[in-house]
């Protein structure tokens, strides 16, 4: 005699539009999801209006505004945002630099990208003055910052863009609170950027590996992996682009040439504690190009690159792409 | 009545008496010294201390102390997940890509 124990259901999915992309929240007890989406958008709304580049009421708009004048003290939100972007700049020597944001606007990502999508390519095209072409970032290491007071000052001409960072930091704090807050496990996805907290469903949360996050359904091919916890980013290449000067540009910025680098990887996807350590490092091996297996090899982070032309790489644990076909 | 004295044994006196000055200044001296120093070296201390304390002077991001507070991990290195990802054949439940 065998007793069939009752299936679980599948978690609630809710999906919406949020920081400019994509934001989708799992929660692995549908009966609490409503609670979880509370949570999620009061996050994203603090994140928005702390850390957003394209607000000019930001936070961070304001503080940008500072900039080659005295310090200024910031919330305790967009304080965890900077020691966040200062963190991945240290641990990836500076290939991840929140001063990069004067490099991504001279590139013609000035507005958000869907203004700049829309823009016609002869609106973007750069002129012939010399303050238009790559502009090198002033370095992390210029920005002065006291953690303990919570004061932020920017060399003269710096602004800081937390794009890689931000996003991340929202995921994490959403999935975090939001677990904590219903007691069930929570996966809160922004666009593309994944965290997970609290106890996850049966076999994990299952998620797909694409170049786009917003592609439909690529059928049996993609990858699929299963994570309990941490974090798990993908950046790529491919998506976010524009063109300018007859260039096609993304907004993945080297900050030594304040241009894009050179293009090796697609897309690379990796799984860490935190959704921030975990697009850290994706950005991280976009910028570094060739150099990217030997240092996510030194980070023993689980990591898929894929190169221009379609081929594969997989490090640590990550495992092979149909390893459990 | 007393007799003077010699005149050597008064040389003898005064030599005597020009040591003893030249030893208390040479202490005097070396006391200054220390009292110097350790006025200096408090100084420093102190004010690098209070530095914190003062608006407008902080330190540069390099030397700042990271992730206090932050719940993105601390010192170390980027962290790994408690599980890595593991292969599924199960259709997904979202999906990770650029965005």
């Not at chain 1, 920005?143 to 602004?159: H, K, N, Q, S």
């Not at chain 1, 680098?261 to 975990?278: E, K, L």
């Not at chain 1, 994706?282 to 980070?299: D, F, N």
């Amino acid at each position: 005699m065998s007793a069939t124990l009752p299936a679980r259901a599948e978690p609630a999915t809710a999906v919406f539009s949020a920081l400019g992309t994509t934001a989708v929240l799992l929660t692995a007890d549908p009966a609490r999801a409503d609670d979880a989406l509370l949570i999620l958008r009061a996050e994203l709304a603090a994140i928005d209006a702390a850390c957003s580049r394209f607000r000019p009421d930001s936070e961070l708009s304001r503080a940008n505004a500072t900039a080659g004048t005295g310090p200024v003290p910031v919330s305790a939100l967009l304080a965890e945002a900077v020691e966040a972007a200062l963190r991945a700049a240290e641990l990836t020597d500076g290939a991840v630099d929140p001063t990069v944001g004067p490099a991504v606007v001279a590139l013609g990502y000035d507005r958000t990208f869907a203004q700049v999508a829309a823009r016609r390519p002869e609106d973007t095209a750069p002129s012939t003055g010399p303050a238009t072409g790559p502009r090198p970032a002033a370095g992390w290491g210029t920005v002065r910052w006291d953690p303990v007071l919570r004061l932020l000052r920017l060399p003269a001409g710096t602004t800081l863009d937390l794009g890689a960072t931000a996003k991340a930091l929202a995921a994490d704090r959403a999935a975090r609170r939001a677990a904590a807050a219903v007691g069930c496990g929570v996966l809160v996805n922004l666009g593309g950027d994944l965290s997970a907290a609290g106890e996850p469903p049966d076999g994990g949360w299952r998620v797909a590996i694409a170049d786009d996050h917003a592609a439909p359904d690529a059928g049996p091919g993609r990858p699929v992996v299963s994570i309990r916890d941490g974090g798990l980013a993908t950046s790529g290449t491919a998506v976010r682009t524009w063109r300018r000067g007859g260039r096609t540009l993304h907004h993945i910025v080297d900050p030594v040439t304040g241009d894009v680098p050179p293009p090796v990887w697609r897309t690379v996807s990796v799984a860490a504690g935190s959704c921030v350590d975990a697009n850290t490092a994706t950005t991280a091996a976009l910028v570094l190009g060739e150099r990217a297996p030997g240092w996510l090899r030194g980070t023993a982070l689980p990591a898929r690159l894929v190169r221009t032309d379609g081929s594969v790489l997989c490090l640590g644990a990550w495992p092979a792409d149909g390893g459990d076909r | 009545m007393p007799l003077p004295e010699q005149p050597a044994a008064a040389d003898r006196s005064v030599q005597e008496a020009v040591r003893r000055r030249e030893r208390g200044l040479r202490r005097v001296s070396t006391t200054t010294r220390w009292v110097t120093a350790a006025a200096v070296a408090g100084t420093a201390v102190l004010g690098a201390g209070y530095a914190h304390a003062l608006p407008g002077i902080a330190l540069p991001a390099g030397s700042a102390t990271h992730g206090n507070g932050t719940g993105t991990g601390t010192s170390g290195g980027l962290q790994p997940a408690g599980q890595a990802p593991a292969p599924t054949t199960q259709a997904p439940q979202t999906q990770s890509g650029a965005s």
